[in-house]
């Protein structure tokens, strides 16, 4: 289960360590001209200690320059580590931020909404839809039964769960986690089936069969269900 303020404690204190382990020379490079930049002035700086570093016969000194190119390889491979951390760091702010965000939109636990956003992600689908789809199915009670039978967040039913799972039980699909990724990987094939959001979310709600057969007779089977979930939905993936 996630913990918001340690969590946030966890990665301020994440990238306040990584600043500190930043030399002065290095901190200055980040601040004027940004990480890659850097880099890329360093490859060119050390680029210039190749064969021109060598001295000659007629210098009497002997310098090579080799303790210099030592030192740019050493800063620009600190670098590198240095921005590998810090898009971690980004991505875990930004991963922060949208759970955070469901959890206050929805007036969920930061838990639950972490729960479903994560189920999203593994199965290729926009949490905005996944959150939007839960909050109409079940409206976030993980018990919660309709008189078809579905239940769950998601609101499945057994015969639809038993497609993806044979073992699957009812009681096992009361399960929030079992029940989002059974939920969300039938969402995700009928969007790859349909192409298209509100045809997806109709065979979701009908069902496949039910919908081909309403479109092959002609009926309409918008019954309010798809345009409640996309109603001011811009789709984002």
Known sequence: MIDIRRLTRAVSGRLGATWQRL????????????????????GGLAGMWGPRAVASADDGLGYTGTAIRSQFGLLRQSLDTTAGELEITRIELRRLEAIV????????????????????????????????????ESGFRPLATSHARAVGLAQVQLA????????ITVDRLYDPET??????????????????????????NWGPTRLKEMLAQGRNPRNGYASSIMDGYVGTW
Do not use: C
């Open 101 to 136: 965000g469901f959890s206050k939109r929805y007036a969920i636990p930061a838990d639950m909404a972490e729960l479903v956003y994560e189920a999203a992600l593994k199965q290729g689908l926009d949490p905005e839809l996944a959150f939007r789809l839960v909050k109409l």
């Open 160 to 167: 639809t769960a038993r497609y993806y799972d044979e073992t």
């Open 179 to 204: 029940n989002l990724r059974i939920g969300f990987q039938f969402l995700r094939d009928l969007l790859n089936a349909y192409g298209d959001v509100e045809l997806a979310l109709l065979a979701y």
């Open 23 to 42: 030399s002065t020379t290095q901190r200055l490079m980040l601040r004027g001209i940004g990480i890659v930049g850097a880099v890329l002035a360093l």
